[in-house]
């Protein structure tokens, strides 16, 4: 049977949990990495209805966006979340901030659902050095250490994949008493042809390239080095930058909005002439304006605006689309839901009937 943990290791793979924010509480918040998972439920937020429809579907796991425990608790009522969760015999895995920013989280299905095109960063969350593994090989063997290299992920950078320099060169050694040398015997000095194989490797791939390059390596003991690469860093962005195809009116750019996310309506900020360049941020994302004024944008598409970014929008000349906290998030529900049903098809994952917002326009 799958596990939670085996859940938890592939949406780490794909919004790795240490690239959130200082003062998220991502990861898994109630449960056991252990326990056993045949169904999952999914959903923006666990509420108490949440819980109790994955335990009235049988389910061994709750997957959201936002955090069931993001303050400290100091009671657990029975009409609380985490209690509901306990009850039905659930864990509870969160992705939160690291999911808005991933490469296939919140913003960039904002984006996608948008039909913006030419991407780029609103803000740099975090940017990380890129590492350069260096490996000396036997040459016979170079091939094929630099494919398993190449499969876990190394020489990837800004579309292009295999990204290596090889080198020629002779390696020597002695091998000691209880070594079990691959080429030499003890005790005598060896010369070998060897290639040094130097590959860029994304942060987060690092420990995968690492275990491909030693389990093909032939020596009992490989030589190989890592380093920090400052002239590449694996930026994480918080908010994107895009450009519409074509320009819109605001009018016309709140309505592709709400249509686009299926929403009855949306807030509509300020006015604009044309719009062409847009900025978007998923969530509460009112802060960011500043940032989108500062980068040219002509419209900032978000969520929960508060009353002093609407007047600083109307006084700066940029339209701003409040789309709502819910709407410019729920949106990624669905494409996790898919992904994880690829991953694990022996699992059955289902997003929640509860886990819609209810609320009337009156």
């Known amino acids: 049977m799958t596990s939670v943990r085996e859940i938890y290791n ?35 937020d666990i509420t108490r209805e949440v819980a109790e429809e994955a335990g009235r579907l049988g389910a061994g796991l709750v997957i959201s ?18 209690y509901a969760v306990a009850k039905n015999n659930l864990s509870a895995i969160c992705a939160h901030t690291n999911l808005d920013m991933g490469k296939g989280g919140v913003n ?19 940017s990380v050095s890129f590492k350069q593994v260096a490996v000396y090989v036997p040459s016979d063997y170079a091939e094929t250490v630099y494919a398993a290299m190449s499969s876990a992920g190394a020489g990837e950078y800004d579309g292009y994949g295999g990204c290596a320099f090889f080198g020629s060169g002779k390696g020597r050694f002695v091998p000691q008493g209880g070594a079990k040398p691959f080429i030499g015997s003890i005790g005598e000095t060896e010369t070998v042809d060897e290639t040094r194989i130097t590959m860029l490797c994304a942060p987060r791939k690092l420990k995968a390239v ?3 390059m030693l389990e093909a390596h032939p020596y009992e003991v490989p030589s190989y080095e890592i380093t920090d690469n400052h002239a590449v860093a694996d930026k994480t962005p918080m908010g994107l930058i895009g450009r519409l195809p074509g320009e819109m009116t605001a009018e016309q ?17 300020g006015s604009r002439k044309t719009i062409g360049k847009v900025g978007i941020c998923s969530g509460s994302g009112g802060s960011m304006l500043g940032l989108a004024i500062a980068a040219g944008c002509d419209a900032l598409v978000t969520g929960d605006v508060k009353h002093d970014a609407a007047i600083s929008a109307i006084d700066s000349g940029i339209v701003v689309i409040d789309a709502g906290h819910y709407g410019t998030e729920n ?9 994880l049903a690829e991953r694990f098809p022996e699992v059955e994952f289902v ?8 609320y009337r326009t009156i």
Not at 65 to 82: D, L, Q, T
Not at 108 to 125: W, Y
């Open 210 to 212: 690492i275990s491909a």
């Open 253 to 269: 750019f709140a309505a592709h909005v709400r249509d686009s996310l299926g929403l009855d309506a949306v807030k509509l900020y």
């Open 108 to 126: 960039d299905e904002l984006f996608r659902r948008l039909g913006l095109i030419n991407k780029s960063p609103l803000s740099v969350a975090k």
């Open 65 to 82: 966006h936002h955090p069931i425990i993001f303050n400290a608790i100091k009671n657990i009522p029975a009409e609380s979340a985490v």
């Open 351 to 358: 997003k929640a009937e509860s886990g819609r917002m209810k």
């Open 10 to 44: 592939y949406i780490n793979e794909l919004f790795p949990f240490d690239t959130q924010e200082s003062w998220d509480n991502s990861g898994l918040l109630i449960g056991s990495m252990e326990a056993g998972v045949n169904k999952a439920v999914l959903s923006l």
């Open 331 to 339: 949106i990624i529900i669905e494409p996790l839901r898919k992904m």
